[in-house]
T-cell receptor, first 115, second 110 residues
Framework: GAVVSQHPSWVICKSGTSVKIECRSL??????MFWYRQFPKQSLMLMAT?????????EQGVEKDKFLINHASLTLSTLTVTSAHPEDSSFYIC???????????FGPGTRLLVL | QKEVEQDPGPLSVPEGAIVSLNCTYS??????FMWYRQYSRKGPELLMY????GNKEDGRFTAQVDKSSKYISLFIRDSQPSDSATYLC??????????FGTGTSLTVIP
């Protein structure tokens, strides 16, 4: 149980395009999901917390107009990187708070490369 | 001072060794403690979760929490090459805020 999927697993795009990443909780409902960014050999950096049906809460320094987060259902949250640039290239990982509201379950991550 | 401190390693041990991974924390409001394992280019996988002081065992893994010292540990017995990964400790307060360690890189040499 508590499986989280992400799609796509990797994406290459041209500078200036927008990229959407989906995060799904497959076998449980998630009222809260988290989006992280991770650089090579570094720890997780929380970007935002999203709650189903309400606006996401962004961490300090994260541009909400750049990283659009939508959590429209109890099993799906999306992260859209708008007008992507090479510096947005990174490993993006989502997680979902379990139904016990106690632990996070992570997706497999999405590797984004912006050329 | 960081909320959670974790030695980044790297840690290299021979196959079969007992591995000890540790984290310290400063906030006594942390009530829930987790260990995640992250393989290269993958998302973290929940290994152990506990909310009380003491030991919790699951197969070759033992999680230990000492709230009085604000110290948590993960022990891996009979380590295997497949245990080679980065191990992240994580803590949560009652307000659903999570704090992660920076991760310890472990290599188990056959």
């Amino acid at each position: 149980g508590a499986v989280v999927s992400q799609h796509p697993s990797w994406v290459i795009c041209k500078s200036g395009t927008s990229v959407k990443i989906e995060c799904r909780s497959l076998d449980f409902q998630a009222t809260t999901m988290f989006w992280y960014r991770q650089f090579p050999k570094q720890s997780l950096m929380l970007m935002a917390t999203s709650n189903e049906g309400s606006k996401a809460t962004y961490e300090q320094g994260v541009e909400k107009d750049k990283f659009l987060i939508n959590h429209a259902s109890l099993t799906l949250s999306t992260l859209t990187v708008t007008s992507a640039h090479p510096e947005d290239s990174s490993f993006y990982i989502c997680s979902a708070l379990g139904e016990d509201q106690e632990t996070q379950y992570f997706g497999p991550g999405t590797r984004l490369l912006v050329l | 001072q960081k909320e959670v401190e974790q030695d980044p390693g790297p840690l290299s041990v021979p196959e079969g060794a007992i591995v000890s991974l540790n984290c310290t924390y400063s906030n006594s409001a942390f009530q829930y403690f987790m260990w995640y394992r992250q393989y290269s280019r993958k998302g973290p996988e929940l290994l152990m979760y506990t909310y009380s002081s003491g030991n919790k065992e699951d197969g070759r893994f033992t999680a230990q929490v000492d709230k009085s010292s604000k110290y948590i540990s993960l022990f891996i017995r009979d380590s295997q090459p497949s245990d080679s990964a980065t191990y992240l400790c994580a803590m949560r307060n009652t307000g659903n805020q999570f704090y992660f360690g920076t991760g310890t890189s472990l290599t188990v040499i056959p």
